[in-house]
Each structure stands twice: as structure tokens, then as C-alpha cells.
């Protein structure tokens, strides 16, 4: 397939454009703060019976994500290495897609009377988002040459912000202004954007599902696929050795996106119970964080072009330990407003950054994408459950989110060190004896 369309880079971007708002909606700015309203009661307060366990809203919320991660991390090697091996990427996609945005629209229906059905729809639709990344990232390496991985990665990156905040703005009027709409039910205009969530999500996905390559390197499907899938993770896994780049990167990626990661997911319940914000102003701040990442993005892939993906990724973890520092020690709005500026400006530079970074660390004579990016994501996923079980855990022992910000800076301080190892250079050339 010819590299470099413009309209198959279009469409790659709009499944980031299609996604993105059950990440803004659903994990960062509506959903989070609705599940801690509905979770309330007056003989229970702030905690909630759960498969007979008694413990905080937020921390279930927390145990929730971390374990809808999980799965993802146990059953994507080996959907990545059957993927790879029938060349049907685009199948798996569409699969974890409609999961996902089924899941979304099925929280329509979730209230206080139905706590397990809300969990579980939570569940369902972070294994959907989650597991459809990582074909939707394999595609990178195989519409573009390696010179346009970060200009295109922090593209795709900008799409979902623009599009998730379009969505998000027009909830918000209704979720501000039900009587506009003619809306009583103070549950109904969060519901609704849960269900368009699922409808926005299910639509654009069908975009990149028409332009992106089928099968490019017409792979065969033959043979036992669960066998093969196996057979194509062994043949990935055999190679790391060559890649040491490579290996210490997933190292760093690791811990500085298990904060990152938590960051992101727990900004909106740490501002609510932290400081006491208003939902306006928790979704202020989200939007803020939104607009101000799409600037980010562009910024630091424009800085990786002159300095290099090292020095770029580099400069973005000093600034997250700082943020995660400065966390324990804010107290009111305006200081959580500037954090959170601070916050989106490298959000998204090193999240296309990551991604773009990875892309040329992978062997220049490889064809495995989806196998490569399988360890990619469950890396990435491993982290998010390392950090927001890490961040519920230190929460549910001391009764503070702030403790568990210092936990963070730890995170990130030892992925700065590995990424210091790191070299960004020229691609390797695998040794055929030891595929």
C-alpha cells in the first residue's frame, strides 16, 4: 500500500476523534463525578456495598478501572499475535469498538438502584476503548513513513481532543441548563451523555473502518488461530534481546505512564473530594486540560523535530514530577486551574510522543505491528493498573488523595531514570538467526 494519503491519515485520526470522548466523558469528566452522586446515601454516606465489601465510592471506582485493565493486559498479546498473523486488524477493531461504545450507551440505564449492572457496563466499556488501541495504534507504522510518526501521532492526539470537547460542550448546556431542554430529572441530562457517547463512538469508528489497508501484507489465515497467535508472540518475544532500546523504553513508559495515566483518571474525584469543586468547575478544568493538550501536542512533536523524542520526553517527566508533587500541597480553585494548564500542556505531547517514539524503536524489517504494539499496550495498561490500584490503595489506608500524589512522583522519577537510557538513533536490522 502507497504511504503517506491524506485520506487514510484522516481516517487513522478519526477513530482518535471517534474515542476520545468516552475518555473526556465517561472516565474524566461526567461519569466520575455522577458515580460518586449516585454511590451517596445517607446510611452509608460516601461507602457502598459491594459483592458484600464495604469500602469508599471512590476507591471502588478506582478497583473498577484498575481490573477492567487487567483483562485487557492478560487477553491482548495474544488477540495482537492472532491479528497479526490472519492480518485481520481491522476485524479486532471493530470488535473492541462496538464493545465499547455499546457499554457507554448502556449506562443510560445506570442509577443508585443497580450499583453492579453501573460497574460492570464501566467495566465493559474501558476493555472496549482499551483493547481497540492498541490495532488502532499498529496502523501507524503501516499509512506513514517514519519521518511523519510524531507529526502524525500528535494529529491523531489533536482530532480526539477537538472532537471529545465538541461532544462534552454540548452535555454541558444540558447538564447546566436542563430546563432549556425541558428536562425535571436530574439524572437524565448526565444519562444522555452517556448515550451519546455510545452513538458518537459507534458512528465515526466506521470511518477509519472503511479507509484504513486491509491485510496490507497479504497475510494468510491458516492454521489453528489461538496456535498461531501463540507462535506470533514467541517470534516477537525471541527478538527483544536485539531491541535494547527498545526494552528499556517499555521500562520507562511504564512507570511514567502509570502516572500520567492516574493523573488523568483521578483529577476530576480528586478535585471533588479534595478541594470540594463544583461540578462546573471540575468540567472547566477538563476542558481546560482538553484545549490547552491539542497546543501540547503539537508543541513538544514540533520540539522532538529540533531536539530529538529523548529530550522531548525527557523534559515532559521533570515537569510531571513537579505536578505530582505540587499536588499535595494545593488548596483552592484557582491553584487546581493552573495545575491543570500545566497538566494539559504535556498530556498530550507525551502521549503522541510515546507512541511515535516507540514506532521507530521497533525493528526496521518487521511487518508484526500489531504483535510489537501488543507489548506496547499491555505495558502501557499494566501501568494504569499499577497506578490507580497504587493511588485507591494509599487513599483507602491514609483517607487522602494527597498521599497518594507523592506516590506518583515516584512513579515518575523512575521512569525518568530509564528513559535517560534510552537512545533514539538508528533502527535495528534483526539478526535472522535469532528471529
Known sequence: MKLNQTKVIRAWCMYDWANSVYSLTITTAIFPIYFLNVTKSEALG?????LGFRLPNSVLYDYALSFSFLIVAIILPLLSGIADYTGRKKLFLRIFAYIG?????GLFWYDSSNLFYGVLMFVFASIGYSGSLVFYDSFLPEIVTEDRYDRVSA?????GYIGSVLLLIGNLVMILKPDLFGITDPLLPAKISFLSVGIWWFGFTHIPLYFLPKNPYNKKNE???LTRGYQELQKVWRTLPQLKDARFFLIAFFFFQAGVQTVMYMASLFGEKELGLETSQLISTVLIIQLVAIGGAYLFARISERRGNKFSLVT???IWVVVAVSAYFIYTPMEFYILAFVVGMIMGG????SRATYSKLLPEDTNDHASYFGFFDVTFYLSIVTGIFSFGLVEHFTGSMRFSAIILSIYFLIGLYFMLKVNVGKRVR???NQK
Open 46 to 50: 460516601e461507602d457502598v456495598i459491594f
Open 101 to 105: 461504545s455499546f457499554a457507554c450507551a
Open 155 to 159: 494529529q491523531g492526539y489533536s482530532y
Open 223 to 225: 492454521g489453528h488461530y
Open 316 to 318: 515532559m517527566i521533570i
Open 350 to 353: 507525551i502521549q503522541a510522543l
Open 430 to 432: 534483526l539478526d535472522p
